[in-house]
């Protein structure tokens, strides 16, 4: 079955950076993009941005992009997102899903990112 | 960017009775429009793809319609299990956007 393992919650200081892991199994990692989106505290989905598991090629979210990089590593199926500069407003549960060229289909368990001094 | 809006922002419903909820996107998204289902502490969960197909296990009272800007989804007779938010998701243009969701709770 398809699965998608995220990294542990983070606690970050503003200015700090953070890396997220998404662990892919259950399907050809390279087959399939990962779209990465945050749910601030009370709040909806936001899109941060998007990257191919065939050619790592991305598409990030305008308000992000300077502060933003997704990568891949296929040898391990998994997916990163890094998030530099961070910011009180950054903190949110961080999601990876699977798809974003079609519709995302399924889901990490999120990570909980705080940024807090 | 394209916007998407949903509304009602809050929808009260009695469990049995049907409930609609509407999402209109600021352009054309053709039939690129999905539907997901968010239970608080959980991560979303797929219901409708290509604005009116159901994804895997989704069960037949969930229907979605529409095209081009308007999309509705539909839930003929809302279970306990269904008092949640949704979300509608375009993955027509980039980038991507997100309604800003609708609740559906207790009546």
């Known amino acids: 079955q398809v699965q998608l393992v995220q990294s542990g919650a983070e606690v970050k200081k503003p200015g700090a950076s953070v890396k997220v892991s998404c662990k892919a199994s259950?399907?050809?990692?390279?087959?399939?993009?990962i779209t990465w989106v945050r749910q601030a505290p009370g709040q909806g989905l936001e899109w941060m941005g998007w990257?191919?598991?065939?050619?790592?090629?991305?598409n990030y979210a305008q308000k992000l992009q300077d502060r933003v990089t997704m990568t891949t590593d296929t040898s391990t199926s998994t997916a990163y997102m890094e998030l530099r500069s961070l910011r009180s407003d950054d903190t949110a549960v961080y999601y990876c899903?699977?798809?974003?060229?079609?519709?995302?289909?399924?889901w990490g368990q999120g990570t909980l990112v705080t940024v807090s001094s | 960017e394209i916007v998407m809006t949903q509304s009602p922002a809050t929808l009260s419903v009695s469990p049995g009775e049907r409930a609609t909820l509407s999402c209109r996107a600021s352009q054309s998204v053709s039939s690129n429009l999905a539907w997901y289902q968010q239970k608080p502490g959980q991560a979303p969960r797929l219901l409708i793809y290509g604005a009116s197909t159901r994804a895997t296990g989704i069960p037949a009272r969930f229907s979605g319609s529409g095209s081009g800007t308007e999309f509705t989804l539909t839930i003929s007779s809302l279970q306990s299990e269904d008092f949640a938010v949704y979300y509608c998701?375009?993955?027509?243009?980039?980038?991507?956007?997100f309604g800003q969701g609708t609740k559906v709770e207790i009546k």
């Open positions: 998701h375009q993955y027509n243009n980039w980038p991507r956007t």
């Open positions: 990257i191919s598991g065939y050619n790592g090629n991305t």
């Open positions: 899903a699977r798809g974003g060229v079609y519709a995302i289909d399924y």
């Open positions: 259950g399907y050809t990692f390279t087959s399939y993009s």
